[in-house]
């Protein structure tokens, strides 16, 4: 095969691309099996050290925070729950919406369409002080349910399913109608199979929106019991060992890269559907 | 008492477009009834109100002796032959097929039984594992009947399902289509815009344009008598030949030439028809014609030119064998009794 110079500039620019993201997670893994000391004096690591087992032991079960109680283990759990549960219902109410506005003729179905859209411009960290009002006046502060329930609304997601419906023909409704399936029924048996890829991407772009959501859960629990992983990045393992003033480096960098664990973990197995789904071109 | 009927039905959409004006349709059990139109006639609105798919208007629709109007499409027993098939995409052969039947709660063995009839009726048995989208066109058809076949309906309503397909398989479809039909002997309508297709299947033939039925019969009673103009040019193919001219005491005439004896006693301009197939050479015949283009099918010529002396463009057939050269000049005779006269205004016929 020939290979033409176009192809190998190519290749030189998403190399590039590639060192530019995996460099700084290689310096992050490999700085967090050295010693805190060790990167205190000599600054972060190219090469690995040998404290993985211990720096990460530690993160996972040492006990941190105001009350010494939460662990990085809790964090992750109470992150997965917020960003699965973000993500699931996003899907849901946004499939669910975006099937009323396309197949549901109502006269206000382009107004309502177009309301749903403008609050695109209106994120969640604008209008955070209301949305805290309303939580804690239904006194669901220091909740999961007060976690994701402000976030599970979505324009973006409504948008692409709404898009997607429209490019069903007419006649499967049709069809579907005169072999007798109801209104939910055509939403299950059609739309939801038929969008198993949509859903998939929105799933996965809505879980790490929601695992990497900050401001909100920051706002939103006093209690240490409902920390996420992000917050937990500025709150965390920021003391110093007792009597001696070092930071304790090696151990947040361990910490970073398990968060970034879950998000990867998710990309990487719905990757699978979004393949297949993208292959298996349906007509 | 008929099977089904239509009764004063008309279509207005919100927008105030007629799309179907008031039409009484009767159609008997086991009747293959063919719509055939212009697109933008009407035809497949008619059909899609009686699979419930388009409100009516006014007036009733009465199947099997009960009044449908407001029945839901899932409850009128009706299948229907979409125009691009709308197979269910992601399931396969064997689901599309069942999933009527699923939604209607019948037992498991019941549909097995009957989605694996349906298959060897159609001979699809081998692709029931398959997706549609792997199928061809010709199979992809066949599973679109199938689906509506083994639902067991009371009628069959085909929305141009053949007009998707290349020539030479619609042709085979079109026999495979009338003879499934004779075998299962259910009442059908079926909407075409092909009036190859319309003759070829029909049992009866209803005529649409602008959302009227203009003329109802047997194929081969439209072909020999329609009632209009349009008619008369949409049924029979090469088009009928149109020649303006003059009636006045019984005598049709043009600047080219004259027809007399004919017996009318209109009075006013009018259209001359007649098909390329009913005119034969003569000596001295009394079209004078100047062959333009000959087009040799093989089996029939079919020689275009201009009538001299009047520029109106004709059509006329002969058979294969016949040798015709464009530029050469004949002398055509129109056959007895298959003249037709059409008054010019109204469109309807005189004679």
């Given amino acids: ?283 | 008492m008929s099977f089904l009927e239509l009764k004063k039905v008309t279509k207005i959409y919100p927008n105030g477009t007629k799309a179907v004006q008031t039409t009484s349709l009767n159609i008997e059990k086991g009747e293959f009834m063919v719509f055939v139109g212009p697109s933008g006639c009407g035809k497949s609105t008619l059909l899609r109100m009686v699979a419930g798919l388009e409100d009516i208007t006014t007036g009733d629709i009465e199947l099997d002796k009960k009044i449908i109007n407001k029945i839901d499409p899932s409850e009128r027993d009706v299948a229907m032959v979409f125009q691009n098939y709308a197979l269910y995409p992601h399931m396969n052969v064997y689901n599309n097929l069942a999933y009527g039947l699923k939604n209607r709660g019948l037992a498991k063995d019941v549909i097995e039984k009957k989605v694996n009839a349906a298959a060897k009726l159609l001979q699809i048995s081998d692709y029931l594992e398959r997706r549609p989208a792997l199928l061809s066109g010709g199979q992809r058809q066949r599973v679109a009947m199938g689906r509506a076949i083994v639902r067991s309906p009371k009628i069959f309503l085909f929305d141009e399902p053949l007009s998707n397909l290349d020539a030479k398989l619609r042709i085979q479809m079109r026999l495979e289509i009338k003879k499934l039909q004779r075998k299962v002997g259910v009442t059908s309508i079926f909407v075409t815009h092909d009036q190859v297709e319309a003759m070829t299947l029909a049992d009866r033939l209803a005529v649409i344009n602008n959302g009227i039925i203009e003329q109802l019969g047997t194929p081969i009673e439209i072909y020999n008598n329609p009632t209009s103009v349009f008619v008369a040019g949409f049924i029979g193919s090469p088009q009928m030949n149109f020649i303006e001219g003059e009636l006045k005491n019984n005598k049709f005439k043009t600047q080219a030439f004259e027809i007399t004896g004919i017996k009318s006693d209109f009075d006013g301009k009018v259209i001359l028809g007649v098909r390329p197939e009913h005119l034969v050479q003569a000596n001295n015949g009394l079209i004078k014609f100047n062959v333009d283009l000959v087009e040799k099918l093989g089996s029939d010529n079919l020689v275009y030119g201009e009538i001299k002396d009047k520029k109106d463009l004709l059509c006329y057939r002969t058979p294969g064998n016949e040798k015709i050269n464009s530029g050469s000049k004949l002398a055509l005779n129109i056959q007895e009794n298959k003249l037709y006269i059409f008054n010019k205004k109204t469109g309807k016929r005189i004679i």
Wanted: glycine letters at 4%.
């Fill in chain 1, 1 to 283: 095969m020939k290979i033409k110079p176009l192809q190998i500039i190519a290749h030189i620019i998403l190399l590039l691309g590639v060192l530019l993201m995996v460099v700084p997670i290689w310096i992050s893994f490999a700085s967090s099996t050295h010693d805190s000391v060790t990167i205190l004096t000599e600054g972060m690591k190219f090469n690995l050290g040998d404290q993985l087992s211990r720096n990460y032991n530690e993160v996972l079960n040492e006990k941190g925070g105001w009350s010494e109680e939460v662990t990085a283990g809790k964090m992750f759990i109470n992150s997965f729950i917020m960003a699965f549960g973000i993500a699931t219902l996003k899907v849901v109410i946004s499939a669910m919406s975006a099937y009323a506005l396309v197949y549901f003729r109502f006269k206000l179905a382009v107004p309502i369409f177009w309301l749903i859209f403008i609050t695109l411009l209106v994120p969640l960290e604008v209008r955070i002080f209301p949305s805290y009002k309303v939580v804690s006046d239904l006194g669901l502060t220091n909740s999961y349910t007060g976690l994701v329930l402000p976030l599970v609304a979505s324009a973006t997601a409504t948008f692409f399913f709404r898009q997607f419906y429209k490019t069903i023909p007419d006649e499967l409704l049709e069809s579907a109608k005169l072999d007798g399936a109801s209104t939910w029924r055509f939403f299950i048996d059609f739309l939801v199979p038929l969008s198993k890829t949509m859903i998939a991407a929105m799933f996965i772009f809505m879980f790490v929106y929601g695992y990497s959501q900050y401001l909100w859960p920051l706002i939103m629990t006093t209690s240490e019991e409902y920390w996420t992983v992000v917050m937990g990045m500025k709150i965390i393992f920021t003391e110093s060992y007792e009597g001696v003033a070092i930071p304790r480096t090696a151990e947040r960098f361990a910490y970073i890269i398990l968060s970034m664990i879950p998000p990867v973990l998710v990309v990487v197995f719905l990757q699978k559907w979004f393949i297949k789904g993208l292959i298996q071109t349906e007509k």
